[in-house]
């Protein structure tokens, strides 16, 4: 993971401001969150490897006081993540071995992912990519010229998929080139976006964003990134309803985290929420065994404990699919 690139200047958009100001020093957070200054923490040398970083709307989301709060757990490096447990790896997914040229990762049949950036609004500590050699293989480096020969040379892929890190991360200059090259590549039919900020830093969803993703024929697909009922406030819900007014379809994926939503009223309040910002849940997914995040899993069996008790208390559509990634699958694997 590569902080995110310092924004500034005059007419720099305003999230790029909020992204400047967000929390970077666990103290600050401490502070700002009325907890113990002691509060047990990841060693700084440990730390500075992937560092804290939490918009201050994220946080304005917490309950002050409480070291429990299931925001702060997803944002708070624990000393947990220094303990080396057997079985979680540094490339959980192989994704490695599936880079192609211009980052580009072609594994599932159709589509192909494109590592955009390794920048993130927010480090999450459980986060898949964290230990990602980003600076090798992003997609943006050169303009995307790498990914796009990558793709329009394979007329097998109709879908494009937008990962990273976050990026909505990138400028909208950046994701706009992208955006109308891909639209002129025949054989494509979607754009896919996977992202956390229009939940951690809704403001990412402004004009110049709607601007490129509104034009094009390309369907449009956000995925986002939700994980508990109260990361979803009025100001994402604005969001949604921004991008909804585009035609845009919005989905969501939900890791399933230890302390965090591993309980079946956390579950049925998000899906209901999501609902009510016009989300439809998509994946749940368990946790990829990636080193320094072994305190988030959640055991497959109560896993799929909390699919029944979904089942049991939403409509169909409101339940997500719970899936794990496995290197060398094809596509994820359900569980149940
Ligand atoms: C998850 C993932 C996709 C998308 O899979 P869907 O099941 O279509 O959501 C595509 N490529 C890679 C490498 C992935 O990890
Ligand atoms: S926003 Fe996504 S990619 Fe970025 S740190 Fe969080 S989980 Fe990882």
Redesign the pocket.
Known sequence: MIPSPPATGQHAPRWQHALREAFTRPADLLAYLELDPSLPALAPALEREFPLRVPRGYAARMRKADARDPLLLQVWPRPDEGIEVPGFALDA?G?LQ?LRDGGV?H??EG???VMATGACAVHCRFCFRRHFPYGEHLAARDHWRAALRTIAADASIREV?LSGGDPLSLTDDKLAELADALDAIPHLRRLRIHTRQPIVLPERIDERLLAWLGRGRLQKIVVLHANHPNELDAAVASAMLALRRLGITLLNQTVLLRNVNDDADTLVRLSERLSEYGILPY?LHLLDRVRGTAHFEVAETAARELMRAMHARLPGYLVPRLVR?EPGRT??TPIA
Do not use: A, F, N
Request: aromatic letters at 14%.
């Open positions: 997914v994704d599936r990762i594994k599932y589509r192909v992912l998929i994946y990634e596509s994820k």
